[in-house]
DNA sequence: GCATACTCATATCACTTGCAACGATATCAG
DNA sequence: CTGATATCGTTGCAAGTGATATGAGTATGC
């Protein structure tokens, strides 16, 4: 009979440790302003990027195209951004964050940071390799 | 103006590469057999702990109690496990494998464990160390 | 002993999710 | 050009989710 143990098994862990600091980070912002990840992702996204298409945001923040595509709208009802459509390509759009999108981020950012900081603080020495050594499991091994 | 860089944010990092582990995981069993990772985690944790109750388990294995009902009933239903009232206290249900629990996990779990190798290779050196910090993070900080 | 407060598992609610299908636009082969 | 094929963003749908209510069972205080 075979022998198995649960909290031992790599990828459980990493759910746990995930699961809980994502929902201690969304805590922080969803009681002060009222935002979920989804929408937190767009936002950090466009205010790097400047204007981009739903794809690209799908692209380069691991969300399906169809949760951009909600996420962008309840953002842009909620005034924080803007949709037009690209003229070149018609097919896409041009999301773009308004005054009040940036001035969001402005009041999230330093939170965000601070949250990073604590948690490095709670994981002491060797921090880079841990980034390290998390990222290369990102690899596709097909 | 702030900078942010999505990418390097840890709890970004974090949630993606776990939801892609969990995902290539799932799919191995999926494929395999149909079962949804709340069951998966039943059934490990009935294996080793023999019977025990919907809230044990909640305890033990990171769910929340519906969802842990949830997959209970599934379970029961295709088969795996028989739910019994406890006796000695009439709230509690006593969860307990049948054959052919214990037979499905006789076939998962080498696939589990050689899944799990696989990722260990992938990370390369110091995967103690990693997992060590990883628990860290876990720490209530309340 | 009996009312009250608590605990366990399930049911229900509003909401989110991933997937597939869709309409609109763009590209490409012939 | 034109028909076939591909891509973009949205939407419909079935399934899953956490929070809360519910109902049955147990423990506690007086």
Redesign the pocket.
Same mark, same amino acid.
């Given at each position: 009979m075979s022998q198995f143990s649960l909290d031992d098994f790599l990828p459980y862990q990493l759910a746990v440790v995930s699961?809980r600091v994502s929902?201690e980070f969304s805590q922080i912002y969803a009681e002060h302003f009222d935002m979920?990840?989804?929408e937190w992702r767009v936002l950090v996204h466009l205010h790097n990027a400047g204007p981009?298409?739903?794809?690209?945001?799908?692209a380069r923040v691991d969300?399906?195209?169809?949760?951009?595509?909600?996420?962008?709208?309840?953002l842009?009802k909620a005034g924080f951004l803007t949709?037009e459509?690209?003229?070149?390509?018609?097919? /896409? /759009?041009? /999301?773009g964050l308004t005054e009040q999108g940036y001035a969001r981020m402005e009041q999230i950012i330093p939170l965000a940071n601070k949250f990073e900081q604590e948690l490095l603080e709670r994981m002491g020495a060797d921090t880079d390799g841990f980034r390290e050594t998390l990222l290369k499991l990102l690899k596709d091994n097909t």
């Amino acid at each position: 009979m075979s022998q198995f143990s649960l909290d031992d098994f790599l990828p459980y862990q990493l759910a746990v440790v995930s699961a809980r600091v994502s929902r201690e980070f969304s805590q922080i912002y969803a009681e002060h302003f009222d935002m979920s990840v989804p929408e937190w992702r767009v936002l950090v996204h466009l205010h790097n990027a400047g204007p981009v298409s739903i794809r690209e945001i799908q692209a380069r923040v691991d969300m399906d195209k169809s949760k951009v595509s909600r996420a962008a709208s309840r953002l842009e009802k909620a005034g924080f951004l803007t949709k037009e459509t690209n003229a070149d390509d018609r097919r /896409l /759009l041009k /999301l773009g964050l308004t005054e009040q999108g940036y001035a969001r981020m402005e009041q999230i950012i330093p939170l965000a940071n601070k949250f990073e900081q604590e948690l490095l603080e709670r994981m002491g020495a060797d921090t880079d390799g841990f980034r390290e050594t998390l990222l290369k499991l990102l690899k596709d091994n097909t």
